[in-house]
């Protein structure tokens, strides 16, 4: 047998074995970090909701209800996307062109609406390893918001 | 009449190598096309992994890994042939150092060679290479290196955007890199390719390993050797096996047809057991 084979071999599987228990343990450190964001993410909204509240007696809107366009350079060009607001909601975000784009980074930086969505702001982090997909994405997002106002 | 019939096979020969060079330049042409960024989106596979394990996520297995699993799994059974056939920035380098060579051809000049030996110290480089990105990564500081990168101001150069201001060191790294290939061959594949020395150490099954019936060899014949364009010396067992990108130059070039897959040790048995 070939020792260079088996020392090659020996060392693959102790990465493997090593990426292995490190996940494990890093989705117990997910489960305890989900855990407390859900709570913070329950005050945020309750105070969110306070504050449309207070807004709704005083009858001021931060942005005007409709669908706005929104334009912002990426990797390869401009990315277009289109954000939906019902009284003061973010209720959706689309990615309406997007022509130079690296696929395969594109569909990763297909996460940004959703974290835009959830957090309710354009002030998101950006996905790892696209990140100029995404910075596109949330710049595109801010055009957006600026026409709302 | 016999020597005209061997002229025949000679010629025979030259012409299924030609077919069959001609074959690999167009399965790489196709590649660096219809998937120029599969050698990026692998290793961005690999620098996701070591940079999710810096903080502290959990393991996604996302597009760019699932690109990296895959040419890994083909790695392992077959032998390098992304290398060899697929990867656009082998592909690049091809194009370049075939540029050196007409022009030397055609000028009847040689053009100054590194040494093989220094050639493969060399190679040791783009171990160190993975291992300082692989650290940036776990520490969370990669995105210095990847705005700076060789590969970054290529996919720019792709996409047809030449405003060099934010990233004029990835881009000077790449024209560099570019003089580096012409000169040397797989020059950047060799000696700089962090994708590569990942699969330098995979375990890559012996049987993909090409061998040579050394018996059988005309003596002083190092046509091989000299075509290999990774300096690998066939030469049996070797830590260098997995250097092999699978061009099959050594194969097409072998007067003799002593290269192949076939395991050279079966091979003598059989003759014993006749």
């Known amino acids: 047998m070939n020792r260079y084979f088996i020392a090659r071999m020996l060392g693959c599987i102790l990465v493997l074995s090593g990426l292995f228990v490190y996940q494990g343990k890093a989705q117990e450190w997910q489960k305890a970090k989900e855990e407390n964001q859900k709570q913070v993410a329950e005050v945020e909204n309750y105070n969110r909701q306070i504050e449309k509240e207070q807004r709704a007696k005083k009858e001021e809107a931060l942005y005007k209800d409709g669908s706005y366009e929104g334009t912002a350079k990426g990797f390869g060009g401009d990315i277009v996307v289109s954000v939906t607001i019902q009284s003061d909601t973010i209720t959706a975000v689309e990615v309406v062109s997007a022509k130079k784009e690296d696929s395969a980074y594109l569909s990763m930086a297909m996460e940004m609406p959703k974290r835009i969505m959830d957090a309710q702001s354009y002030e998101v982090d950006t996905v790892t390893g696209a990140t100029y997909s995404s910075t596109g994405i949330k710049n595109a997002v801010k055009a957006a918001l600026e026409q709302a106002k | ?274």
């Open chain 2, 1 to 274: 009449m016999a020597e005209k019939k061997q002229l025949t096979v000679a010629q025979k020969k030259q012409r299924k190598r030609k077919i069959q060079n001609l074959v690999r330049r167009g399965i790489q042409l196709a590649f660096f096309l219809l998937l120029p960024s599969l050698f990026s989106e692998a290793f961005n596979g690999v620098k996701g992994i070591f940079r999710a394990v810096g903080q502290g996520e959990v393991l996604a297995v996302n597009d760019f890994v699932k690109t990296f699993i895959i040419i890994c799994v083909i790695t392992l059974v077959c032998g390098r042939y992304f290398c060899g056939y697929a990867c656009a920035f082998g592909t690049l380098g091809d194009a370049v150092h075939g540029i050196a060579k007409w022009i030397q051809k055609k000028l009847k000049v040689r053009f100054p060679k590194i040494p093989e030996k220094v050639c493969i110290h060399l190679q040791i480089i783009k171990y160190i290479n993975l291992l300082v990105i692989l650290i940036t990564c776990v520490l969370g500081v990669s995105q210095v290196i990847e705005s700076n990168s060789p590969w970054q101001a290529f996919s720019r150069i792709r996409m047809l955007d030449f405003k060099i201001a934010g990233y004029w060191i990835g881009f000077v790294c790449f024209m560099l890199i570019i003089v580096g290939m012409f000169f040397e061959e797989r020059f950047f594949c060799q000696f700089l390719c962090p994708l590569g020395a990942i699969f330098s150490l995979l375990p890559i099954l012996p049987w993909a390993n090409l061998k040579r019936k050394e018996g059988q060899c005309i003596k002083g014949c190092n046509a091989c050797q000299k075509q290999c364009p990774v300096h690998h010396k066939l030469n049996g067992i070797s830590v260098r096996s997995n250097e092999c990108i699978q061009c099959g130059r050594c194969k097409l070039v072998c007067p003799k047809g002593n290269i192949s897959l076939r395991n050279v040790k079966q091979e003598k048995e059989k003759k014993d057991i006749a």
